[in-house]
């Protein structure tokens, strides 16, 4: 069975790749297609097939995907260039007749009213409408999001952002890549949508907190108008456009928008999703 990962190339895709090998599927079986390949030298030197992908060029993507029997879009990372890039992908599975794409979107995508998730939407839209076999996995944020961050919050001494006491539903990529890797090798998985989160939300005030704990410096978190957060953002060289997007999003949490409880990640993995206190205390003694 020959399993194509496209977005190979970030982190998630990376993770994904350990673990289908770590499941024991053989090397030569796995497909890792993205832009820099160089990046996935290492899987190469293991055995993994590693395909150069440009999702602007079909000729590319459908190379990467013939013979493939099961494929992972991991969402691009682009906004406002998602949609089309989703399709060339989506066209290319329906023309190989894969027997499934499964597909990574976003925690509560038929319901959230976040910016972020419209191109997951017009995404599973065109899924639906597409004919080919696919699952859904609705990814909630990564805990990533805000530790890879921690240089910046020890910096300014603080948290800030549009939150408000609205909780989220983290976990970290590698919990999201092995339910990723569980999906493709479960039989009957068509059709099957699963909202994932981790197993215990927490608020910005508990990021501060476990912020606080982990480096043994005060770190508060300094809730702000939408607006000012956006100007926050461009202050530090976030493009005004993507900083929008991060004010909408938080006010998305303080909604309950990335809130999970179904349990599906856990049951993924069969094991407990990392914690806020386990990621923040690895980032701060990496730092």
């Not at 990962?5 to 993205?34: D, K, M, N, S």
């Not at 794409?101 to 597409?130: C, F, P, Q, V």
Request: aromatic share 4%; net charge negative; hydrophobic share 45%.
């Amino acid at each position: 069975m020959s399993i194509v990962v496209t977005g190979a190339t970030g982190q998630l895709g990376r993770h994904v790749l350990e673990a289908l090998l770590e499941r024991g599927v053989p090397a030569g079986g796995i497909v890792a297609a993205g832009r820099s390949v160089e990046k996935l030298a290492g899987f190469a030197d293991r055995g993994v097939q590693v395909k150069h992908v440009d999702y602007a060029d079909a000729a590319s993507v459908a190379a990467a995907l013939k013979g493939a029997r099961r494929v992972l879009l991991i969402s691009g990372s682009e906004v406002g260039q998602r949609v089309e890039q989703h399709r060339s992908v989506i066209e290319a599975a329906k023309a190989e007749g894969v027997d499934l794409l499964a597909y990574t979107s976003i925690a509560n995508a038929d319901t959230t009213g976040m910016l972020l998730a419209d191109e997951h939407k017009a995404t599973e839209d065109m899924l639906r409408e597409s004919g080919v076999p696919f699952v859904l996995l609705r990814n909630g944020w990564y805990l990533e999001n805000y530790t890879e961050q921690l240089q910046g919050t020890l910096a300014q001494g603080a948290l800030a952002g549009s939150a408000g006491d609205g909780k989220v539903s983290g976990a970290a990529r590698v919990d999201y890549a092995h339910a990723a890797a569980a999906v493709l090798l479960a039989d009957d998985q068509a059709g099957k949508v699963y909202e994932l989160g981790g197993d215990d939300a927490f608020s910005m005030a508990d990021l501060a907190a476990e912020t606080s704990a982990a480096t043994g410096k005060d770190i508060s978190y300094k809730n702000l108008p939408a607006e000012e957060y956006v100007g926050v953002l461009t202050g530090v060289g976030v493009p005004e456009a993507f900083a929008e997007i991060l004010a909408d999003s938080d006010l998305g949490i303080a909604r309950g928008d990335l809130l999970v409880s179904t349990g599906d990640l856990r049951r993924l993995i069969g094991r407990p999703t990392t914690s806020l206190g386990q990621a923040v205390r690895a980032a701060a003694a990496s730092a």
